[in-house]
């Protein structure tokens, strides 16, 4: 867990100048409106401290994964409102990132002026960080702040380009992450255990590779399961999975045996034929998972042998939910788990570090977000933290913001 230095905002004066502040504006949303407001209040405190010494606050994030294209369902329009409803202030949205229409609302503001603009990854250029879009994003600004810990594994034009052209700091959410973790889970008591879920298997199956070094114990739930339940050569039915990854999940299988890694796979899961909520369910085991139903939670022996697991940690962290908790009954394993581990938090006996944009709202779905001992904005980004890897929105604050011309 490699940390680097970084200029803060305690070396930074505001007045008069345009932040180009990097957010992680990309919030949970269900039935089309926001269902967790955790990213915008952990990053308003930046805002408010950037805007109320006289800075003028350009807001620049990228919501979901509209791949390079203009998907007009992912415009930060609506998050930008939410943002002014937190902030109580008035905060104008820019349906541009880059081009004229962003840097004339950038030449237009005043000082204290919040401003948010367009999804940064409806432009390619985003992803492969472009150094013509990172140039662009600099451009509307004196300095940068990157105050997205949650989106600082990510090498974009917005997270890391851009830091090589201005003067860059981290902004208060970023330091607070870093080192809460860093104190959290420098040297964490044993046995530790992780509980890995969600859907984004692509990306976060690789990195257990090197989790299962670090850690006692490795329960895997949610989507990311049913890769291994494939690899192990079960049909899963329509559920989601990666095909690509069979080997990289045979791959982790193996080193779980090698490393005695205690790796925990479900044994049942709940199915349904529909993802819609009131469609039939069944509970079977993962060997007899019918074709077209999918598994969209783990089932209640799973749930009990996870809890079970629980008992024998003393420190655990989480990121990806283990069921479809947004509809329920896919909540119940996700829900029973975090109050277990919510319980023996309280109790004294377990320390909890988790974290997630979907993570978070399912733990507060379950009633058992504020019993964590510590809950961070990030999933990817923490698990690849934990992994030991130095994130590279991290670097280039450390390395890149020294290459050009302090403030
Ligand atoms: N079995 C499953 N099938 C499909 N989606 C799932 C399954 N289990 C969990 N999910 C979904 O995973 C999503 C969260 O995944 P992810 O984005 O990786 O978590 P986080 O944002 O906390 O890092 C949730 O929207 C949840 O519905
Ligand atoms: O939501 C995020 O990460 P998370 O789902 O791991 O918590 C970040 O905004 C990063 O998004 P990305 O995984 O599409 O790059």
């Known amino acids: 867990m490699a940390t680097l230095s970084y200029n803060t905002l305690d070396s930074l004066d505001p007045r008069g100048k345009k932040i180009l502040l990097r957010a992680d504006l990309n919030v949970p949303v269900r039935d089309g409106a926001i269902s967790d407001l955790t990213r915008i209040e952990r990053l308003a405190p930046t805002i408010r401290e950037l805007s109320d010494k006289g800075g003028r606050v350009i807001v620049v994030s990228h919501f979901d994964r509209p791949k390079g294209k203009v998907v007009p369902e992912l415009s930060l329009a609506p998050v930008s409102e939410a943002l002014a409803k937190v902030l109580c202030k008035k905060v104008t949205f820019v349906p541009d990132c880059q081009g004229k229409v962003a840097e004339d609302a950038a030449a237009a503001m005043q000082d204290g002026d919040v401003i948010v603009l367009e999804n940064t990854r409806f432009y390619a250029g985003e992803e492969k960080n472009d150094p013509e879009m990172a140039t662009n994003l600099a451009a509307l600004a004196d300095v ?53 879920g969600g859907a984004k298997v692509s990306t976060k199956l690789d990195l257990l590779n090197n989790l299962m070094e670090k850690v006692d114990m490795l329960a895997v739930g949610g989507a990311m399961a049913n890769t291994f339940l494939a690899a192990q050569g079960y049909s899963v039915g329509k559920s989601l999975k990666e095909e690509d990854m069979l080997d990289t999940a045979r791959e982790i299988m ?154």
Request: negative net charge; contains cysteine; aromatic residues 6%.
């Open 144 to 196: 940068y702040v990157n105050d997205a810990f949650s989106a600082a594994h990510r090498a974009h034009a917005s997270t890391e380009g851009v830091a090589h052209h201005i003067p860059s700091f981290a902004g208060r959410l970023m330091e607070i992450e870093l080192n809460a973790l860093e104190a959290a889970l420098e040297n964490p008591e044993r046995p530790v255990g992780a509980i890995v």
């Open 254 to 407: 193996a080193k779980a045996k090698a490393r005695s890694c205690d790796l925990v796979l479900p044994v049942d899961v709940v199915i349904a034929e529909d993802f819609m909520a009131g469609a039939p369910t069944q509970i079977v085991d993962v060997t007899a998972i019918p074709d077209g139903w999918m598994a969209l939670d783990v089932g209640p022996k799973t749930t009990a042998l996870l809890i079970e697991k629980l008992v024998g940690l003393k420190t655990l962290v989480w990121n990806g939910p283990l069921g479809v908790f947004e509809l329920p009954p896919f909540d119940e394993g996700t829900n029973a788990v975090a109050q277990a581990a919510a319980k023996l938090t309280d109790a004294g006996k377990l320390k909890t570090v988790a974290g997630g944009g979907d993570t978070v709202s399912a733990l507060r779905h379950a009633g058992a977000l504020h019993e964590m001992s510590y809950v961070s904005t990030a999933g990817g980004a923490f698990l690849e933290w934990l992994e030991g890897k130095i994130l590279p929105g991290v670097i280039a604050l450390g390395e890149a913001g020294r290459e050009v011309a302090p403030l």
